[in-house]
């Protein structure tokens, strides 16, 4: 199994480490990036300082309840930016809400997650996206990345 590169979009510590935990119970190889807000995610993903030297992510773990510009509207520029929209994004938020569920999907997320996170729904959603959607998309190149 490849490494998949991750990045994580969350402002809880205890979240992150949750999601970290989720991610060694799975048996999932990563590289996992870590940013606490919307503004860092977006200049992760564009590279802008101090992330000139960031990789694009294979996948996007996001969280909507985040400080500076919220996961909505993050989730919304990646997915209507053409270098960035084939990157799938998975939201894990506390909120249950069905208007949340709807309008997160209608912006495209590629899967909706509630935390606490259940590690093996989790896992399962990771390898998921990994076996369908990354070698799809990727054919197992590394040298083709979105963005790059």
Same mark, same amino acid.
């Given at each position: 199994?490849? =490494?998949?590169?991750?990045?994580?979009?969350?402002?809880?510590?205890?979240?992150?480490? !949750?999601?970290?935990?989720?991610? *060694?119970?799975?048996?999932?190889?990563? +590289?996992?990036?870590?940013?606490?807000?919307?503004?860092?995610?977006?200049?992760?993903?564009?590279?802008?300082?101090?992330? =000139?030297?960031?990789?694009?992510?294979?996948?996007? !773990? !996001?969280?909507?309840?985040?400080?500076?510009?919220?996961?909505?509207?993050?989730?919304?520029?990646?997915?209507?930016?053409? +270098?960035? *929209?084939?990157?799938?994004?998975?939201?894990?938020?506390?909120?249950?809400?069905?208007?949340?569920?709807?309008?997160?999907?209608?912006?495209?997320?590629?899967?909706?997650? =509630? *935390?606490?996170?259940?590690?093996?729904?989790?896992?399962?959603?990771?390898?998921?996206?990994?076996?369908?959607? !990354?070698?799809?998309? *990727?054919?197992?190149?590394?040298?083709?990345?979105?963005?790059?």
């Amino acid at each position: 199994m490849r =490494t998949i590169k991750i990045l994580l979009v969350e402002d809880n510590l205890a979240d992150s480490r !949750l999601i970290q935990e989720a991610l *060694k119970e799975g048996n999932i190889s990563h +590289t996992l990036y870590s940013v606490k807000d919307g503004v860092q995610a977006m200049d992760f993903l564009f590279k802008r300082p101090p992330f =000139t030297e960031a990789v694009t992510p294979d996948v996007v !773990l !996001l969280d909507l309840n985040i400080p500076r510009k919220s996961g909505q509207e993050v989730l919304q520029e990646i997915k209507q930016d053409a +270098t960035l *929209k084939a990157i799938p994004v998975v939201v894990i938020t506390t909120s249950s809400s069905e208007q949340d569920v709807a309008k997160t999907y209608a912006s495209d997320a590629n899967c909706y997650i =509630t *935390k606490p996170v259940d590690f093996a729904q989790f896992a399962y959603v990771i390898k998921i996206i990994d076996d369908f959607w !990354l070698s799809s998309i *990727k054919s197992g190149d590394d040298s083709s990345e979105p963005g790059s």
